[in-house]
């Protein structure tokens, strides 16, 4: 409850105009992380060709990000509690300017793996400052709504602008040129930053823990790995001790926090079912979804033969519904309910997945770009209403914390979902009948195929063609079944977790 000493304060904070041009920056921050993470999925045919990865260094290029992020994001979230969340944005701004420009010119797959790691390692410091600025810019309820609403647009606008930029990008230029474009908005960034964010920190932060930071990346990478052999080799030694590691070091971590009198992570956050229920549901969305959209813009080059621009363009219909229900996700969930807001979303991501599980090679755009349009519809309300509803439920100190948490599950999905519905399309893919004499590496990736179609015999080379086609559009619709299960299961979790949960009256902490 507010201290009587504090309204005088907070409204006068309230009322600072710098706030809005302060989440101006924030939301660069947002556009960085969000336009790399989308120009991956359509610049990956051409890597695949450069570079020669196997199908299994193909998904580690695309999960490391995702998989190192997570393991690092609670860790960063409490060091900016601690040094400052302005000053951890700004220097993790920065790298990850300077990284890209190794992601730009890796020339092998180990060192385009390796600079996608190092990318996650800057990217962990961005989105928990990102959400913790705003937590401690915006403390009038609603306009911390709209705040995080512009938030989410802003990320989904990101996944619009990555693929069309990139599509002309890839159309003029070589692929890295997709991984160049970081750098004059981490300029822009980190320039207008300087001047326009206020620093915050927890007052009283207490020793950042090194223990606990070792802990929590080795048991996130621990299982993330484990599971991610399992589904694409099967249960071996190697897969069972990597969760091992990675389960006892989590629950290592769990023991210390208890223990500590000021934990990196306040492990008392759980206890809030509005808090917990938010998490769950943002792990199990965005991992429905993530193995979909990695292979989704594959499909629209190389199974329908749009070109790189055409493709991100084709993937407009989900950014612009993101935006538009991202705007309006907090005044929804006030005059209905949080739990309708956040399920009903969640549900009609899951009925659009179901939709795609018909999908073939000939499927016509009116469904792919409606079921497009729902999916980002459903992102848009569930993704802005459980980040509103994670950063009411803690004290501003514990912002950061907080902040990383829900980043956590976002990033921990997205690497789950890489792994787990990836590797169905993969294993799908792999099975497909190929003319005698195929070589290996058509078996490996759709663009392997290709590439060997183009030094076979004209017969040959069509037969080769459409049997990977055909195989690895089975494989997205086998996915897209995966994924729409595990909405649906996720929309029933978060109707009873944040049953009684509203926007209105969260977020007094001081």
Not at 202 to 207: D, T, V
């Amino acid at each position: 409850m507010t201290s009587t000493l504090q309204p005088a304060r907070a409204t006068e904070e309230e009322r600072r105009p710098g706030r809005w041009l302060a989440l101006s920056v924030l939301v660069l921050a947002v556009l960085l992380v969000a336009v790399d993470a989308t120009v991956l999925g359509l610049a990956t045919p051409y890597i695949s060709e450069d570079l020669k990865p196997s199908g299994t260094q193909l998904l580690w290029i695309g999960d490391v990000y995702s998989f190192v992020i997570a393991g690092l994001l609670v860790s960063m979230g409490s060091l900016g509690d601690r040094i400052g969340r302005k000053r951890l944005l700004l220097i993790g701004a920065t790298a990850f300017g300077l990284v890209s420009v190794l992601n730009a010119y890796a020339s092998t797959p180990e060192l385009m793996i390796l600079a996608r790691a190092l990318l996650g390692v800057a990217g962990a410091t961005l989105m928990p400052a990102t959400l913790a600025l705003i937590r401690n810019l915006f403390h009038d309820r609603r306009e911390r709504s709209l705040a995080i609403g512009i938030w989410g647009a802003t990320a989904s606008a990101g996944t619009a602008v990555g693929p069309v930029v990139g599509g002309f990008l890839l159309e003029h230029f070589w692929w890295g040129s997709v991984f160049l474009i970081n750098l004059p908005v981490m300029v822009v960034l980190v320039l207008v930053g300087i001047k326009l964010l206020p620093e915050s920190r927890n007052p009283a932060p207490g020793p950042w823990d090194l223990r606990s930071v070792v802990l929590s990346l080795v048991g996130m990478i621990g299982i993330v790995y484990g599971i991610k052999e399992a589904a694409s080799h099967g249960f071996s030694w190697p897969a069972l001790a990597a969760a091992a590691l990675g389960g006892a070091a989590l629950y290592s971590f769990v023991r210390r926090q208890l223990t500590l009198p000021i934990p990196l992570l306040d492990m008392r956050l759980f206890r809030d079912r509005g808090f917990s229920g938010a998490v769950l549901a943002d792990l199990l969305t965005i991992l429905g979804l993530s193995g979909l959209v990695f292979f989704l813009s594959q499909y629209l080059q190389l199974v329908q033969g749009r070109g790189p621009l055409e493709a991100g363009l084709a993937e407009l219909p989900a950014a612009i519904g993101a935006v538009v229900a991202g705007l309006l996700a907090g005044a929804a969930a006030r005059r209905y309910s949080v739990r309708a807001v956040v399920s009903g979303g969640l549900a009609a991501i899951g009925l659009a997945l179901a939709a795609l599980t018909v999908l073939d090679r000939s499927t016509g755009y009116p469904l792919l770009g409606t079921a497009l349009l729902v999916v980002g519809v459903g992102a848009g309300l569930s993704f802005t209403v459980t980040s509103d509803v994670i950063l009411g439920s803690v004290p501003k100190d514990q912002a950061g914390a907080a902040a990383a948490v829900s980043e956590t599950a976002y990033e921990l999905g997205a690497a789950l979902g890489i792994a787990l519905l990836g590797s169905i399309v993969t294993g799908v893919y792999r099975n497909f009948p190929a003319p005698t004499g195929t070589p290996a590496a058509a078996h490996e990736s759709l663009g392997g195929a290709v590439e060997t179609a183009a030094g076979l015999p004209t017969p040959t080379a069509e037969a080769l063609i459409h049997a990977a086609r055909e195989a690895f559009t089975d494989g997205i619709a086998l996915a897209a079944g995966a994924g729409a299960v595990v909405l649906l299961a996720a929309a029933g979790a978060a109707w009873v977790l944040l049953e009684g949960q509203r926007l209105e009256g969260r977020g007094d902490h001081p």
